[in-house]
């Protein structure tokens, strides 16, 4: 079992950049995958990135180059920093854990979901 505490939303500035963390407790979370996935009403959720165990990234095509993806097994958390922030950013987002040692971008793979944190980018 594990479980995962998203925090590091809020209201930004266009332009502006943010960093979400998602910290875990469980045994052996740094054997998991942790994936980030965003969500607006009416819409189905959609994958931002995710890591492997090893460190591995993988990013949606649409935060691509301005948003980065890290974990300290230490602190077992990961980060999703994301810059140039546009309107379309603004979503819930939710961060997720999966034990498959992979950064799988299909939200199927993941078990294990934090509660989401509200993101929301203005001009």
């Known amino acids: 079992q594990v479980w995962l505490v998203e925090s590091g939303g809020g209201l930004v500035q266009t332009g502006g950049s943010l960093q979400l963390s998602c910290a875990a407790s469980?045994?052996?979370?740094?054997?998991?995958?942790v994936g980030w996935f965003r969500q607006v009403p009416g819409k189905d959720r959609e994958f931002v990135a995710a890591?492997?165990?090893?460190?591995?990234?993988d990013y949606a095509d649409s935060v691509e180059g301005r948003s980065t993806i890290s974990r300290d097994n230490a602190r077992n958390t990961v980060y999703l920093r994301m810059k140039s922030l546009k309107a379309d950013d603004t979503a819930v987002y939710f961060c997720?854990?999966?034990?498959?040692?992979?950064?799988?971008?299909?939200?199927?793979?993941?078990?294990?979901w934090g509660q989401g944190t509200q993101v929301t980018v203005s001009s």
């Open positions: 997720a854990a999966t034990s498959l040692r992979t950064a799988s971008y299909d939200s199927r793979h993941y078990a294990y």
């Open positions: 469980g045994p052996s979370f740094r054997s998991y995958g």
């Open positions: 890591i492997s165990p090893s460190g591995g990234p």
